[in-house]
């Protein structure tokens, strides 16, 4: 760049007689920067002191670099009264990981409505970091370590204002914050989020929120490698909801290998929240959620397709019952639940539930299989409500099955393994559910290994096609329970275990019942 171009643009932007070289660095070196395609921001005068107002210095620095690609470097610490404004694109970096910005009197550090914004290696105590305020190509936050208040709700990484922002892609990797809600991206839509890497102490609402408007969502979300521990912990309001990624999407919603531990709040707590997208979510440890709704949580608003499998869920801290299940999913989607680990539970490991919004659906194949499940205390582990059809619930293992505190649910409190529900007159059925080679051990007395239940308003809809084989169990009671009328067929076959009182009791037998080659003693 020639000195004298380089000279004018400084007069231009408010310095008056500020010298271009009126700084620590020699010309050599300001010209092995631009070189390297980089500026600094005491070419332009910033002083980095912390105390020294530094914003119209940044500020001309960026306005400078962005037209020509120039990375532009922050130094020490910079006091800023006023948003930094990136137009078309711009590319900051800290010179080194403790360069903070100073925003003693400012509520967002950088006010975003270009096409591409890069930013990293930057600190910032009690601001939002980025506002996004208009479309964008591309947004990368990295390497930057951001604390807000404690006992607060108002700091983001990265903040969406506008009601419908079209993006191509976000990226937001290793991270490090404090009482920070990371990305509130309310509107965003047709865009992929990356979120990785990032290491987060007691952070506030919701780590990713990106809910859709007026039918447009998110394209996928890539939610992985992050350390979320503590959500909640510093807000004094207990019914705030603590939700690690709610978003809607049109194709993949990943979550993997996350280490989320101490959802610490009364209102809702959730892993995944979602109403759309196809969930995969693998490999997680997730750790005390001590609000309502559960871990997983499948609203199905839109159907999709959803692998949960080698996840652990401990709730071994909790000791209240507010959660609904572990995994809650609409039986509208398909969905395999694998090789899960969970533990101490105080509500269902997993539910399959109907959704009012979309009463006419059709039911998909839904499979529970080789999940390790140690001490329940609630009345059921699995429940499975109308419609359902072609559900596998096979190869679990259940250590442990109790419930202590007379816990009633659908006016239930006997413990069992697994809970078939009929409960609204609608014409849709329960049906094509299997149940095989699932052991089932250390169940309190009483105990039941299978209830089944078509309430007496359900008149229109059914119970059928349940197969129950090769399973073990030492429930105490009946094996298989069924209360009420509509029961169409089941077949109890080759099972073993402790002999319960009865291998099948109900007030009405179904119209076809068959008992073969079971093996109690």
């Known amino acids: 760049m020639n000195s004298n171009v380089r000279r004018k643009f400084i007069k231009a932007s408010a310095f008056g007689a500020v010298g271009l070289f009126a700084s620590s660095q020699s010309k050599a070196q300001i010209l092995n920067n631009q070189s390297q395609g980089v500026i600094h921001v005491s070419e332009f005068g910033a002083i980095g002191d912390g105390v020294t107002d530094d914003t119209a210095a940044i500020q001309a620095a960026i306005d400078y670099a962005s ?185 993949e919603v990943q979550i993997e290998s996350n280490l989320i531990t101490n959802l610490e709040t009364q209102g809702p707590s959730n892993l995944v929240y979602l109403r759309s997208g196809n969930l995969t979510a693998i490999n997680n440890i ?52 694998k090789n899960n680990e969970f533990l101490n539970l105080r509500c269902p490991a997993c539910w399959i539930w109907e959704s009012v919004q979309n009463p006419n659906l059709t039911p998909k194949r839904n499979v529970i299989d080789g999940n390790v499940i140690r001490n329940v205390f609630y009345p059921f582990v699995f429940k499975i409500l109308q419609p359902s059809m072609n559900t596998v619930i096979s190869n679990n293992i259940v250590q442990g099955v109790s419930n202590p505190d007379g816990i009633v649910q659908h006016g239930e409190s006997v413990p069992k393994f697994l809970f078939l529900y009929v409960s609204v007159s609608n014409g849709q059925n329960l049906d094509k559910v299997t149940v095989q080679s699932n052991m089932v051990t250390e169940m309190s007395t009483p105990s039941e290994f299978i209830r089944i239940y078509r309430h007496a308003i359900a008149l229109s809809s059914n119970i059928s096609n349940i197969m129950i084989s090769n399973n073990v169990s030492d429930c105490s009671e009946s094996f298989v329970k069924s209360i009420g009328s509509g029961i169409e067929s089941c077949i109890i076959a080759n099972n073993s275990g402790s002999k319960p009182a009865n291998v099948f009791s109900a007030v009405q037998t179904p119209t076809k019942l068959l008992e073969v080659n079971n093996n109690f003693s």
Not at 88 to 103: E, F
Not at 215 to 242: E, P, R, V, Y
Not at 319 to 334: A, L
């Open 286 to 337: 997730c750790r005390n959620a001590h609000g309502s709704e559960a871990w997983i949580h499948d609203k199905g608003v839109n159907g999709g397709a959803h692998i949960i499998s080698g996840n652990t869920f401990d709730q071994s801290s909790v000791n209240t019952y507010t959660m609904d299940s572990i995994i809650k999913i609409y039986t509208g989607n398909n969905f395999s639940v």
């Open 67 to 251: 037209p020509q690609g120039f990375t532009i470097l922050l130094c020490n610490s910079h006091l800023i009264s006023s948003p930094l404004q990136i137009g078309k694109s711009a590319n900051i970096q800290g010179a080194h990981p403790s360069t903070r910005l100073v925003t003693p009197n400012i509520s967002i550090a950088f006010n975003f409505k270009g096409s591409s914004f890069n930013l990293s290696r930057i600190k910032t105590t009690g601001v939002t970091l980025v506002n996004v305020e208009e479309d964008f190509i591309q947004l990368a936050v990295s390497s930057c370590d951001c604390e807000g208040f404690a006992n607060s709700v108002n700091e983001y990484f990265i903040l969406f204002t506008n009601t419908a922002t079209k993006f191509n892609s976000l990226k937001f990797y290793e991270n490090d914050g404090r009482f920070m809600c990371p990305i509130f991206a309310d509107g965003a839509y047709e865009g992929i989020i990356y979120f990785e890497n990032n290491n987060l102490l007691e952070s506030t609402r919701f780590i990713v929120r990106a809910i859709g408007s007026n039918g447009n969502f998110l394209d996928s979300i890539i939610f992985k490698n992050n350390q979320i521990l503590g959500m909640n912990n510093s807000i004094s309001d207990s019914t705030i909801a603590a939700r690690v990624v709610q978003v809607d999407a049109n194709n």
